[in-house]
């Protein structure tokens, strides 16, 4: 190192660093200056130091600078006036940063300078994959890098064919909580299986992921689509089961329970989603029956029942819940059924009544071109204002339907005796009586009665000559009444 002898500058007047010290945190390749503003330096070094390491020296002489590089041959440092200027930082260069003027005792600023530098994440002892069985416990763990030393979250993606058969979201949060770049799985089920992504983040504009796949072995779970399939002689169908297993299953399908189905005839197919499935392109007499969805790894086997069918689907109901006679009210309904419908069977029951004590019947069946058969019953003697629960079953030649939700409807309410009067007899108003003329010569004119509610027309005349005669009668038998009286003053006019 040079040596220097010390400059004979006035006390007042010697070097003053007025710069302040600084902690500093860039990202790696950004570029820093690190400031250190001196007045009076006169003959005085001014010194860069990283640490123990001395970067420049600078001496200034008679107004002249002079410049001296020591150890260091890094181009990416620079002096700007008596700043120290650093470009593309990398992690080597955090650290303290002193500038230094040779007074005696020295004068010092330091800055701490750090260097972020992007996270980086790898599986522990570099496996991506990682097998348990069911029931087990196993520690899924990931190591970062970088500076800070980045935080780790969680994040779990389930296999698709899980996704199907658990009816659960693709990606989820973990409700399990992880210890630091550590996740301990206890009791593992199939449900923990899937793709864990780790996610190491410090601030850097990046951030890193690493994913490890856990497999839990299990033995298969098997589960129809439809534990019914109803079609027709020469329709087609599809049988379709869905099957969970780790590792996965071998799948064979079995008619009549042992019979393996002809692969020729009967094509099988798997998707993404592990559901496998048998397909009937013209279903023939003798495929109706029992068919058996059969999964088997070295963890077990597991098993789904499927029938396949040619009864009807169960009826559905078209009519309104609100009747528009008092004892009378027509049900409509229709059936899915691939073969004529044979007979309806129908059951029903005022709502007070116990179900035992229904009223049971049959009607005849439908056939039609298509496979959707239409029918209606009307039922007769019901109380008004009442409300009646019904259940319909449909039989063809293969058997009969399940029933469907019971059905309910209500008859309209009976009117009282005020509301059928007020409700029967409207006078009419300004019209001419009967036996009037409408000139010298002319024949009698008949007023046009008003129509009312039973299709019996009247005018006021004959309503008041009833009221006066029968003020006792039921509405019933004044209705009579008046029809006899209208009909002998209308016959009078046309023979008088």
Known sequence: MTTTTTPSTPPHAQPVITSHAQQLMIDEGDQVELPCVVTNLGEYNLIWRHGNEILWILLEKHGERLEQEMTTRDSRLSLEGTALNLRDAQAGDAGTYTCEVSTKPPRTLNHTLDVRVPPTVFPAHNRSVVTVKMGSSVTIACHPYGNPRPSITWNLKRCEWLIASLHVSQGRKLTRVPSGNRLVVTNAQPEDNGMYTCTADNGAPTTAKAVITLQV??????????????????????????????????????????????????????????????????????????????????????????????????????????????????????????????????????????????????????????????????????????????????????????????????????????????????????????????????????????????????????ASAQDSAAPTLTPAERRTQMGAFLTAIILSCFFS
């Open 217 to 462: 072995m299990f033995p298969p779970r098997v589960r129809a689509e439809e534990e019914e399939v109803i079609t027709g002689i020469s329709y087609g169908a599809t049988l379709a089961c869905f099957v969970e297993a780790e590792p996965m299953a071998r799948v064979n399908w079995y008619r009549k329970g042992d019979i393996p189905v002809d692969p020729l005839r009967l094509p099988k197919k798997v998707d993404a989603r592990r559901r496998y499935s048998l397909q009937f392109d013209m279903v023939t007499l003798e495929d109706f029956g029992v068919y058996t969805c059969n999964a088997t790894n070295y963890m077990g086997n597991s098993s789904a029942v499927i029938h396949l069918t040619g009864r009807p689907k169960p009826v559905r109901y078209f009519s309104s819940p609100q009747g528009e006679e008092n004892t009378t009210y027509t049900l409509v309904w229709d059936v899915e059924s691939y073969a004529p419908v044979l007979t309806y069977t129908i059951s029903y029951g005022n709502e007070s009544d116990p179900e035992d004590q229904w009223v049971n019947l049959m009607v005849p069946g439908t056939s039609s071109s298509s496979s959707l058969h239409s029918s209606s019953h009307t039922f007769d003697n019901l109380q008004p204002g009442a409300t009646y629960h019904v259940q319909v079953t449909a039989t063809n030649e293969f058997g009969e339907s399940d029933v469907n939700e019971t059905f309910a409807f209500s008859t309209l309410q009976e009117e009282t005796d005020e509301e059928e009067e007020s409700s029967q007899v409207t006078p009419i108003k300004d019209a001419a009586p009967f036996g009037t003329t409408d000139g010298e010569g002319a024949k009698p004119t008949l007023q046009e009665p008003q129509v009312i509610h039973d299709g019996v027309a009247t005018a006021e005349s004959s």
